[in-house]
């Protein structure tokens, strides 16, 4: 099993940063790839960005690139998302998320194994 706690969600203004962290513990030797999703209310989870466990190669949804960035450090077993120039429109509980198979792709829910329960980011202008 796996488990996964995030921290580091809140209130910031408009333009302000935030740094999220997630600890993965358990079966972290079959980690593949960590992600990180959003869900703003009244909409459906959607990708922000992901990083391959091993290689530290990225990828970011177009609505975060240059503003965003996933990064991990192996041996704390973290994965962090540092978010700059906040917006209101990423508001939204973010979840962490972690992939066992290195098959299939890494931008829907259904491609990642295991979740945390998700931190609250609320942006205000």
């Known amino acids: 099993q796996v488990q996964l706690v995030e921290s580091g969600g809140g209130l910031v203004q408009t333009g302000g940063s935030l740094r999220l962290s997630c600890v993965l513990s358990?079966?972290?030797?079959?980690?593949?790839?960590m992600g990180w999703f959003r869900q703003a209310p009244g909409r459906e989870r959607e990708f922000v960005a992901t990083i391959t466990w091993s290689s530290g190669n990225t990828v970011y949804a177009d609505s975060v690139k240059g503003r965003f960035t996933i990064s991990r450090d192996n041996a704390k077993r973290t994965v962090y998302l540092q978010m700059n120039s906040l917006k209101s429109d990423d508001t939204a509980v973010y979840y962490c998320t972690q992939k066992t198979r290195t098959c299939g792709g890494y931008s829907q829910e259904g491609d990642y194994d295991y979740w945390g329960q998700g931190t609250q980011i609320t942006v205000s202008s």
């Open positions: 358990g079966r972290a030797f079959s980690t593949y790839r």
